[in-house]
């Protein structure tokens, strides 16, 4: 089991960056596959980007592609998410999520079995 705490929202600019950061728990970090996810109000929750375990492979949904970067640093079990360009369409609540694997469709949130709180991020016109 593994838990998740994101931090790093905030208010920002159209076109300014924010880099949000997500600590998880236990010595086995490395063994998991680790996404973003993001929410805005009256929407779903929709995939932004996600990483493989040694953090070789990264994937990006095309509204974020060329403007967000993920990493991970399995020596201090975090996982981060820089943003840059940033729009007032990325404003939402992001979360951190976590799986084992992603046989499950890396994409898709029912395939992570664990959650973080969530951060909001804000980004004014």
């Known amino acids: 089991q593994v838990q998740l705490v994101e931090s790093g929202g905030g208010l920002v600019q159209a076109g300014g960056s924010l880099r949000l950061s997500c600590a998880a728990s236990?010595?086995?970090?490395?063994?998991?596959?680790m996404g973003w996810f993001r929410q805005a109000p009256g929407k779903e929750r929709e995939f932004a980007a996600a990483?493989?375990?040694?953090?070789?492979?990264?994937y990006y949904a095309d509204s974020v592609k060329g403007r967000f970067v993920i990493s991970r640093d399995n020596a201090k079990n975090t996982v981060s998410l820089q943003m840059n360009s940033l729009k007032p369409e990325d404003t939402a609540v992001y979360y951190c999520?976590?799986?084992?694997?992603?046989?499950?469709?890396?994409?898709?949130?029912?395939?992570?079995?664990?959650w973080g709180q969530g951060t909001q991020v804000t980004v004014s016109s």
């Open positions: 236990g010595r086995t970090f490395s063994r998991y596959f």
């Open positions: 990483i493989s375990w040694s953090g070789v492979s990264t």
């Open positions: 999520a976590a799986d084992r694997t992603s046989a499950g469709g890396y994409y898709q949130a029912h395939a992570y079995a664990y």
